[in-house]
């Protein structure tokens, strides 16, 4: 049976025997080959997609709350705190709720998605919405939880880096080796320094023969590591990754240059074309931000000066569930058809 990411990867993880876990069962998540993909985008090489929504709670956010509120707990924590544009809240909520734990979230006021506010609150975590965006969320919390001496869960934690770099792991096992191209979204940045953190681990461990080299994207309007400066007002759909100064921006900028890769950005109208691509031709629903590394995908497949050789093998992170952000699958469809119920009307509209 399996046990959790911390169970199976406990080598590799800063826990004892006498550890007491606090998981929900999170990782062990699907790689999915993109053959409809392949196709269509006319490629010769193999597209994979690591569908991280399956998590326990939607979201990679689970791997890593997995591992932090089991360090918290056995620390003696009774609170722990995070800032959040919305999935590492409702992560937080869960994994408390499993340890017996109390949570407080600080988010941006109306822009996290419904599904992802849902949770914060039935898990019963305090949620507080300030009139600022997650920058100013993520700066009070530091300052909070110094202060008050409540544990921080936002990616800064050490042990939420940890737990995510296992899904480098997994991607090796399944694959027999790393990839050759890692394409992954960048918003605060912690996940990218997890997946090279972990493709690092096995390779010196010789459970791999190579590195991959790590794409990031972050979305345009939202693009400080790109710009080179924090950005003060960031703006994007992908409500996710609308993040305007990354706390792992220094260990980004070094995943990207030991790996030879890069980090570059997505428009919001290629987020969301990738966004429909990946349901209506895989039948895979992920979350506007997740679609960022397919949209990275496309932009460098179209890319003059840039060439992905052929037979290699290319994953892309899909980092959280569509049912997260329903508004923007229903925004993005075509509308529905409203007629009486006859039977004569339907069959004119079906009509193929
Ligand atoms: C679906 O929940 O920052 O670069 O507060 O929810 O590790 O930040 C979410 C980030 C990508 C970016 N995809 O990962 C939060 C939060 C989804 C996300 C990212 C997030 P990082």
């Not at 506010?117 to 898990?123: D, P, R, T």
């Not at 309007?221 to 080179?228: F, S, W, Y």
Request: glycine content about 8%; charged content about 25%.
């Amino acid at each position: 049976m399996y046990k959790g990411l911390i169970e199976k990867y406990k080598r590799f993880l800063p826990i004892s025997d006498k550890t007491e876990i606090v998981s929900l069962l999170e990782g062990n998540t699907p790689l999915i080959k993109a053959n409809n993909l392949k196709k269509i985008l006319n490629v010769n090489f193999d597209i994979y997609l690591k569908y991280e929504g399956l998590n326990p709670t939607g979201s990679f956010k689970d791997r890593g709350m997995s591992m932090a509120l089991t360090k918290a707990k056995e620390e003696g924590a009774k609170s722990v705190i995070c800032a959040s544009t919305g999935n590492t809240s409702a992560s937080a909520a869960a994994y408390s709720a499993r340890a017996g734990l109390k949570c407080i979230v600080l988010i941006p006021d109306g822009n996290i998605a419904f599904g992802k506010l849902s949770q914060a609150l039935i898990h019963n975590a305090k949620v507080i919405a300030i009139n600022g965006n997650f920058d100013d969320a993520l700066k009070i919390v530091r300052e909070i939880s110094e202060k008050l001496n409540i544990v921080l869960v936002n990616s800064i934690n050490p042990y939420r880096i940890e737990g995510q770099k296992t899904a480098s792991f997994e991607i090796i096992e399944d694959l027999g080796d790393a990839p050759d191209y890692n394409f992954i979204p960048v918003g605060n940045a912690g996940n990218i320094s997890a997946y090279w953190k972990g493709y690092k681990e096995y390779r010196k461990n010789n459970l791999s023969t190579k590195l991959p080299k790590m794409m990031g994207f972050e979305a345009a309007g939202a693009a400080p590591i790109v710009l080179g400066e924090p950005i003060e007002k960031p703006e994007t759909i992908a409500t996710a990754i609308k993040i305007g100064n990354p706390a792992s921006w220094k260990s980004a900028e070094e995943a990207r240059d030991e790996s030879g890769g890069v980090i570059d950005v997505v428009t919001d109208e290629e987020i969301l074309s990738a966004y429909r691509m990946l349901a209506k031709y895989e039948g895979i629903f992920c979350e506007p931000a997740s679609s960022t590394s397919l949209a990275g995908l496309i932009k460098y497949i179209n890319k003059k000066d840039f060439e992905i050789e052929k037979n290699t093998k290319v994953v892309c992170i899909l980092t959280g569930h569509g049912l997260k952000d329903p508004d923007n699958a229903i925004k993005n469809s075509d509308e529905i058809i409203k007629i009486k119920a006859d039977i004569k009307e339907i069959e004119k509209i079906i009509n193929f």
